[in-house]
């Protein structure tokens, strides 16, 4: 069983994740200066593929903390 809430982000440094469930994820862009949060709920196929990826590091995704997250929030 995972313990949620996992964070993730791009190699890129572009985009923050925190993944609250096997469905469900937040998501701040990171664009110029301007920072863009959504919120996701994985309905369809590719969708759940992607949260999958995140959770289990595969590239482009890497580690995080809720520190570097909360970060991009506040920016």
């Known amino acids: 069983m995972t313990d949620y809430p996992i964070y993730r982000k791009l190699s890129n440094q572009k985009s923050f994740y925190r993944i609250t469930s096997d469905t469900e994820f937040e998501e701040i862009q990171c664009i110029g200066t301007a920072r863009i949060k959504a919120a996701f709920n994985a309905e369809k196929y590719p969708e ?23 970060a991009q929030k506040g920016t």
């Open 48 to 70: 759940f593929l992607r949260v999958k990826e995140m959770i289990s590091c595969q590239p482009p995704f890497e580690l995080s903390t809720e520190m570097e997250y909360s």
